[in-house]
């Protein structure tokens, strides 16, 4: 999971942004070590015969530097989707219609949706939450003139009506910012795991990553998802309670 390639933002107090050399870096380890790029879309993951070996590529938010990143990933003939915020489409720093037209005709680059508002689905009620992924998908169709099937969670946020609620808008995928392996034995296509890739990592960390150093951290966001309710700030992160 990838934000932004290129300069750092400004104003950014997250670190979203890694650099155009050390993304290159990265898309030269993985060629390297034999490992396959894979769309992530619903047909593409629930085929996959070793999830192991075979990894997607994301980025949220729907940054305007995307385009950059698009350009390295096409010399590596690397899939890849970018999920957009609905209503940032052509403000500043973000890109607009007719940039993500001219991506989405790209086969390697998928479009899906990033919320509405980009605020968090976990701490909406149902009518909310089905509004927000209703106007997102709505919005990025119109924009695209093309059918989006696929989605990422808002700040990883959900609750226990999210995945229900993103079926019934017409999701076929649904990411979250939940690390660690889809496996086998417990793929979920409506809360699919991502590891957060930072600008800090070096080329040894990013190696480590691909091959699972922070899945332990799926724990944290389980621990954050189910802490009590007068945990307030936590509350964005609970997927069984609405």
Known sequence: MYHSVGKPHTGDTYGLTTSASGFDEQLRLIQSLGLSVVPVTKQAVCTLSDRASQIGITFDD?????????????????PFSIY??????????FLNANQLRELSKSKNCTIGAHGLSHQPMGAMNSKN??????????ILEDALGMQVDTMSLPHGSLNRRTQELGQRAGFDLI????PGLNSHTDLNIFH??????????????F???????????QWIYFGRAIAPLARSQWRP???FLD
């Open 129 to 138: 939450q089905s509004f927000e992924l209703v106007s997102s998908k709505a």
């Open 84 to 93: 957009m915020i609905a209503s940032q489409i052509g403000k500043p720093g």
């Open 175 to 178: 990411c979250s910012s939940r």
């Open 207 to 217: 190696c480590n990553l691909l091959f699972g150093s922070q899945d332990w951290k």
């Open 62 to 78: 729907g940054f305007e530097d995307n385009i950059g990143a698009a350009e390295i990933l096409e010399r590596y003939n690397y």
């Open 192 to 205: 699919l795991r991502r590891t957060e890739v930072r600008p800090a990592h070096t080329a040894n960390t």
């Open 237 to 239: 992160y609970r997927p």
